[in-house]
């Protein structure tokens, strides 16, 4: 900045005032509102090429017309057992609700009173608790969805008096975070202006004084948040972070960088009392300091924005905040300073020659560590070392976590995970993708035997799929159930053909007594006109006999239509059988029964012979009944006719008997062989997949075909798989158990038709896992790129290479000495499970973007102080002139982190903790004693590479006014 810039703007101070508050009137008229913004946009940022975002599409297609994307679950509960006017409430309840889709958000309801067949999944085993789940069409951060939550928390206040009820999953949950996150906000600026307005007043000893870094920080807040709500319409990520960063840094920053513009303007104004003057010395000696140390922060933020990860990359927006306020307080500032003048310092008064006082404090430390520098940092390392050691770097992803327990979402949660288990609320879902169609009974078969063993996986409840719609494996398809069904039937054919051999028993007992009366009527023919009235008996008893005999073969007719339908029946299901199951060509059983059943099909052949012969026996028999009924005249003819068939009848009767009995004791074999089967197929063991058969017209029935069209896609390609886990979701069981699940899926397609299917894993646990490697390989990458560069603005300011070296390293070592000293509080002390998994990223940018901000006032000031061969006073100057600033300023950086801690956000609770502690610590122990025994102790090797050039700069400067 000239010299001639500066005093323009110190003559139009007005005017650059003025022009900062159209500009703020211009950014609140025009520019987006940031929290609007904020309130719907996802907050969990995960990449959209990952796996899980990936199967969250996949699994949309399926059925587009029935999937939700989000969903709240209505938990009702009593404690000693819901009542009867409870559950007519909760089917009132779901009906009203039902009415609701497609309207306001609104898509579908599920409960025990839609499908009866699911009502175990919608009610606890111990009666007390019962679940509705409402599906809705949008996001969860959908302005529409959060609308619909409402209305439906507004539907469920006419509950039965003594019920309990609450909304919980993925919907309510978030909407409940969002609000958390809006309270804490308003609560954290509150307490930041507070704060702010107090350490001012302490600093300043005055009530105007405050008020210059009030406005210029409440005017570029309001800008900055204008800008990044507009950025976003470029693809800028923003979060709740994003706001309560803004607010944080900006105050925190902003703040440090006017006391170190004020503290100089009143030092310079006591040298002569001219205000114009006094601003052109303080801008050309602290303004190049303000403007490197916004420059390391700048750049930190700024290089947040090549994270990967969007939640990392929505701090970005802090970065436009501070290159706001740097112009802010380059402009507005000096204007400000301008206008107030004198009365600035108010009640104090500016005498000539009263500058800023040097501090004892910080002047006995510098001495102190110009004397003992070695001892200095020996003592540091070893006793705070370690501290570094308490640092595990134990996270947690449990967002339940992070807001009040009390709230209902996570009351609701609660009450589910005590009487139905936490996987319900947020399962598994998987789509797998296949080349080929799985609507098949072989690409079916597969997914059962993948369903059984992701099943038996220790952190797995239940698996739902195509094959399994209510979570169990279908009996009707298991060979051990169809085997028991074929050996029921086969008894029952033997108990008919028995049955039909009875029969004929009687059939041929009947014919043999009617022809002992067929030898009485031929004798009795002799004497025709004494034996009328015997022969007309007689062949009244023939009829009888022969209607015996119809009445049989009609019964033998009958079984054997029987015994030919269960008989290809039968050897279809062996066919089936076999093609399911080759290995069991090869079975002793199986070949026993393969012997029995042909030895079946040999008797049945003898069945047909028989009653060929039965049928020709009948044939001819008819017309010598006929005969003998149309004249006594050929009476003799044809009883001898008659006789004759009688015998042949009784011929056929008897080998029919015999068949039949064969028959039946083939059957009987069959049924024990098949009995054999199933014992075989049960006691196969706990390693083996029991048999599973799934014939073509099981495909066809309407209710595996409604599962395949809720589990698999029109063209078969994209299949669904529901895991309802037995661990907490959020848990580090449930991240491991995905891996798991995802591996058994694998092996069990391995060598099948779905040998080339592709699996991707969605759900809350799923996303877990990706965030904890996607976090984890982001921080290491950011964090290196933020180090980077603030060396290189570190390297250009002091124009070495060894000093920022040894100031990055502080840096860096602060940091692990924090995060051992947060770690063991909250996980240690208070019993967490181990700390957000953001706040370790987040704890790291700050101290090292704001902390380094301290190093570059006091290694500036040790630049302007140094002179060849005179380190150690350069570094006692730079100590006792800036340690009151140091200390200023990191009390108000302090004191705006602190604010954070109140939001009611357990990350951001943890993040304002470990900035303090970083803060503080960098600021007394590192600042006072480490980085001034280092330079000591470096010595002259702190000015490689330009330091000396201050030499001939030194008398110039003197002239205008050194820091």
């Given at each position: 900045?000239?010299?001639?810039?500066?005093?323009?703007?110190?003559?139009?101070r007005?005017?650059?005032?003025?022009?900062?508050?159209?500009?703020?009137?211009?950014?609140?008229?025009?520019?987006?509102?940031?929290?609007?913004?904020?309130r719907?946009?996802?907050?969990?940022?995960?990449?959209?090429?990952?796996?899980s975002?990936v199967?969250?599409?996949m699994?949309e297609?399926?059925?587009?017309?029935?999937t939700?994307?989000?969903?709240?679950?209505?938990?009702?509960?009593?404690?000693?057992?819901l009542?009867?006017?409870?559950?007519?409430?909760?089917k009132?309840?779901?009906?009203?609700?039902?009415g609701?889709?497609?309207k306001?958000?609104f898509?579908?309801?599920?409960s025990?009173?839609?499908?009866p067949e699911?009502?175990s999944?919608?009610?606890?085993?111990?009666?007390?608790?019962?679940?509705?789940?409402?599906?809705?069409?949008?996001?969860?951060?959908?302005?529409?969805?959060?609308?619909?939550?409402?209305?439906?928390?507004?539907?469920?206040?006419?509950a039965?008096?003594?019920?309990?009820?609450?909304?919980?999953?993925?919907?309510?949950?978030?909407?409940?975070?969002?609000?958390?996150?809006?309270?804490?906000?308003?609560?954290?600026?509150?307490?930041?202006v507070?704060?702010?307005?107090?350490?001012?007043?302490?600093?300043?000893?005055?009530?105007?004084?405050?008020?210059?870094?009030?406005?210029?920080?409440?005017?570029s807040?309001?800008?900055?948040?204008?800008?990044?709500a507009?950025?976003?319409?470029?693809?800028?990520?923003?979060?709740?972070?994003?706001?309560?960063?803004?607010?944080?840094?900006?105050?925190?920053?902003?703040t440090?960088?006017?006391?170190?513009?004020?503290?100089?303007?009143?030092?310079?104004?006591?040298?002569?009392?001219?205000?114009?003057?006094?601003?052109?010395r303080?801008?050309?000696?602290?303004g190049?300091?303000v403007?490197?140390?916004?420059?390391?922060v700048f750049?930190?933020?700024?290089?947040?924005?090549?994270?990967?990860?969007?939640?990392?990359?929505s701090?970005?927006?802090?970065?436009?905040?501070v290159?706001?306020?740097?112009?802010?307080?380059?402009?507005?500032?000096?204007?400000l300073?301008?206008?107030?003048?004198?009365?600035?310092f108010?009640?104090?008064r500016?005498?000539?020659?009263?500058?800023?006082?040097?501090?004892?404090?910080?002047?006995?430390m510098?001495?102190f560590?110009?004397?003992r520098?070695?001892?200095?940092?020996?003592?540091?390392?070893?006793?705070?070392?370690?501290?570094?050691?308490?640092?595990?770097n134990?996270?947690?992803?449990?967002?339940?976590?992070?807001?009040?327990?009390?709230l209902?979402?996570?009351?609701?949660?609660?009450?589910?995970?005590r009487?139905?288990?936490?996987g319900?609320?947020f399962?598994?879902?998987?789509?797998?993708?296949?080349?080929?169609?799985?609507?098949?009974?072989?690409?079916?078969?597969?997914?059962?035997?993948?369903s059984?063993?992701?099943?038996?996986?220790?952190?797995?409840?239940?698996?739902?799929?195509?094959?399994r719609?209510?979570?169990?494996?279908?009996?009707?398809?298991t060979?051990?159930d169809?085997?028991?069904?074929?050996?029921?039937?086969?008894?029952?054919?033997?108990?008919?053909?028995?049955r039909?051999?009875?029969?004929?028993?009687?059939?041929?007992?009947?014919?043999?007594?009617g022809?002992?009366?067929?030898?009485?009527?031929?004798?009795?023919?002799r004497?025709?006109?004494?034996?009328?009235?015997?022969?007309q008996?007689?062949?009244?008893?023939?009829?009888?006999?022969?209607?015996?005999?119809?009445?049989?073969?009609?019964?033998?007719?009958?079984?054997?239509?029987?015994?030919?339908?269960?008989?290809?029946?039968?050897s279809?299901?062996?066919?089936?059988?076999?093609?399911?199951?080759?290995?069991?060509k090869?079975?002793?059983?199986?070949?026993?029964?393969?012997?029995?059943?042909?030895?079946l099909?040999?008797?049945?052949?003898?069945?047909?012979?028989g009653?060929?012969?039965?049928?020709?026996?009948?044939?001819?028999?008819?017309?010598g009944?006929?005969?003998?009924?149309?004249?006594?005249?050929?009476l003799a003819a044809?009883?001898?006719?008659?006789?004759?068939?009688?015998?042949?009848?009784?011929?056929g009767?008897?080998?029919?008997?015999?068949?039949?009995?064969?028959?039946?004791k083939?059957?009987?074999?069959?049924?024990?062989?098949?009995?054999?089967?199933?014992e075989?197929?049960?006691?196969?063991?706990?390693?083996?997949?029991?048999?599973?058969?799934?014939?073509?017209?099981?495909?066809?029935?309407p209710?595996?075909?409604?599962?395949?069209?809720?589990?698999?896609?029109?063209?078969?390609?994209?299949a669904?798989f529901?895991?309802?886990?037995a661990?907490?979701?959020?848990s580090?069981?449930?991240?491991?158990?995905?891996?798991?699940?995802?591996?058994?899926?694998?092996?069990?397609?391995?060598?099948?038709?779905?040998?080339?299917?592709?699996?991707?894993?969605?759900?809350t646990?799923a996303?877990?896992?990706?965030?904890?490697?996607?976090?984890?390989s982001?921080f290491?990458?950011?964090?290196?790129?933020?180090?980077?560069g603030?060396?290189i603005v570190?390297?250009?300011?002091?124009?070495?290479?060894?000093?920022?070296?040894?100031?990055?390293?502080?840096?860096?070592?602060?940091?692990l000495?924090?995060?051992g000293?947060?770690?063991?509080?909250?996980?240690?002390?208070?019993g967490?499970?181990?700390?957000?998994?953001?706040?370790?990223?987040?704890?790291?940018?700050i101290i090292?973007?704001l902390?380094?901000d301290?190093?570059?006032?006091?290694?500036?000031?040790?630049?302007?102080e140094y002179?060849?061969g005179g380190?150690?006073?350069?570094?006692a100057?730079?100590?006792?002139?800036?340690g009151?600033?140091?200390v200023?300023a990191?009390?108000?950086?302090?004191?705006?982190?602190a604010?954070?801690?109140?939001?009611?956000?357990?990350?951001?609770?943890?993040?304002?903790?470990?900035i303090?502690?970083?803060?503080?610590?960098?600021?007394f122990?590192?600042?006072?004693?480490?980085v001034?025994?280092?330079?000591?102790?470096?010595g002259?090797?702190?000015?490689?590479?330009?330091?000396?050039?201050?030499?001939?700069?030194?008398?110039?400067?003197?002239?205008?006014?050194?820091?």
């Open positions: 900045m000239t010299e001639k810039f500066i005093r323009g703007m110190a003559r139009a007005w005017a650059v005032l003025l022009g900062w508050l159209a500009i703020t009137v211009a950014s609140v008229l025009f520019l987006p509102n940031l929290a609007d913004i904020v719907q946009t996802e907050q969990k940022f995960v990449p959209s090429d990952s796996e975002v199967a969250k599409r699994l297609q399926i059925n587009p017309e029935a939700t994307k989000s969903s709240a679950i209505l938990v009702y509960s009593r404690d000693g057992g009542t009867g006017q409870d559950r007519a409430w909760l009132a309840k779901a009906a009203e609700l039902g609701l889709s497609g306001g958000g898509q579908s309801v599920q025990a009173y839609e499908t699911l009502a999944k919608f009610r606890s085993k111990d009666g007390t608790t019962e679940m509705l789940i409402v599906g809705f069409s949008g996001a969860d951060n959908d302005a529409l969805t959060q609308d619909a939550v409402d209305e439906l928390d507004g539907r469920i206040k006419d039965p008096a003594g019920g309990k009820v609450e909304l919980t999953g993925s919907a309510p949950i978030g909407k409940d975070f969002q609000e958390s996150s809006e309270n804490g906000l308003k609560k954290t600026e509150l307490l930041t507070a704060l702010v307005l107090v350490i001012l007043l302490i600093v300043f000893r005055s009530p105007v004084a405050p008020f210059v870094p009030l406005i210029t920080i409440g005017l807040l309001v800008i900055t948040t204008g800008l990044v507009a950025a976003t319409h470029w693809g800028m990520p923003v979060s709740s972070f994003t706001q309560s960063f803004l607010i944080a840094v900006m105050f925190g920053a902003g440090d960088y006017c006391i170190l513009l004020i503290q100089r303007y009143r030092e310079e104004l006591s040298r002569d009392g001219d205000k114009v003057e006094a601003l052109v303080t801008i050309r000696t602290v190049k300091t403007a490197f140390s916004a420059s390391t750049v930190a933020f700024f290089l947040i924005g090549f994270a990967q990860f969007g939640l990392y990359q701090a970005v927006g802090v970065a436009i905040g290159a706001v306020t740097l112009i802010a307080g380059l402009t507005l500032t000096p204007a300073l301008m206008i107030f003048g004198k009365a600035m108010w009640p104090s500016i005498a000539a020659g009263q500058g800023h006082g040097e501090s004892k404090l910080w002047a006995g510098a001495a560590s110009a004397r520098p070695v001892a200095i940092i020996l003592v540091a390392v070893i006793v705070l070392a370690p501290v570094t050691l308490l640092f595990q134990k996270r947690s992803f449990d967002d339940l976590a992070e807001i009040d327990p009390k209902g979402s996570v009351q609701g949660f609660r009450q589910v995970e009487t139905f288990g936490s319900e609320v399962p598994l879902s998987i789509a797998v993708s296949s080349p080929d169609s799985m609507r098949n009974p072989a690409a079916l078969a597969v997914m059962e035997t993948a059984a063993n992701v099943a038996k996986l220790g952190g797995v409840k239940e698996v739902r799929s195509a094959v719609p209510l979570g169990a494996q279908l009996a009707d398809l060979v051990s169809q085997l028991t069904k074929t050996s029921e039937a086969i008894e029952q054919l033997k108990d008919g053909v028995d039909v051999a009875g029969g004929l028993k009687e059939a041929e007992t009947s014919v043999s007594g022809r002992g009366d067929v030898d009485q009527l031929t004798s009795g023919l004497t025709m006109a004494a034996k009328t009235k015997d022969a008996s007689g062949l009244n008893q023939i009829r009888g006999g022969l209607r015996q005999a119809s009445q049989g073969a009609e019964q033998l007719e009958g079984g054997l239509a029987q015994s030919a339908s269960v008989s290809a029946s039968m279809a299901d062996f066919h089936a059988l076999l093609k399911a199951h080759p290995e069991l090869d079975d002793a059983a199986m070949q026993r029964l393969l012997g029995k059943q042909q030895g099909s040999g008797g049945l052949n003898e069945l047909k012979g009653a060929n012969r039965l049928s020709s026996s009948f044939s001819r028999l008819t017309p009944v006929s005969q003998a009924a149309s004249g006594l005249g050929q044809g009883q001898t006719a008659a006789a004759d068939g009688v015998a042949k009848l009784g011929g009767l008897t080998e029919l008997t015999g068949g039949l009995q064969s028959g039946a083939g059957l009987g074999d069959v049924s024990a062989g098949l009995t054999q089967v199933k075989a197929q049960q006691s196969i063991g706990d390693s083996q997949i029991p048999g599973w058969n799934l014939p073509q017209s099981a495909l066809d029935s209710e595996l075909r409604q599962a395949l069209d809720y589990y698999i896609s029109k063209d078969g390609k994209t669904k529901d895991v309802v886990l661990v907490n979701p959020y580090p069981e449930a991240q491991d158990t995905v891996g798991q699940v995802r591996d058994a899926l694998a092996h069990s397609f391995g060598g099948t038709v779905l040998k080339d299917a592709k699996v991707y894993v969605s759900g646990s996303q877990i896992t990706e965030l904890k490697a996607i976090s984890k982001d290491m990458r950011t964090g290196a790129f933020v180090l980077i603030i060396f570190l390297m250009l300011m002091l124009r070495s290479i060894v000093a920022p070296l040894y100031l990055l390293l502080s840096l860096g070592f602060n940091f000495v924090t995060m000293i947060v770690e063991f509080v909250f996980v240690r002390l208070l967490k499970e181990g700390l957000s998994w953001s706040a370790s990223f987040f704890i790291f940018l090292v973007a902390g380094v301290y190093s570059i006032f006091l290694m500036a000031r040790f630049k302007e002179r060849p380190v150690r006073d350069a570094m100057k730079a100590m006792s002139t800036t009151g600033v140091i200023s990191a009390v108000i950086m302090g004191g705006t982190f604010a954070l801690m109140m939001s009611g956000v357990n990350t951001l609770l943890q993040i304002g903790a470990g303090v502690v970083g803060l503080i610590l960098y600021a122990v590192f600042m006072g004693l480490v001034p025994a280092l330079a000591n102790l470096f002259e090797a702190n000015f490689i590479s330009g330091f000396a050039r201050n030499k001939e700069k030194a008398p110039k400067l003197k002239e205008v006014g050194d820091t």
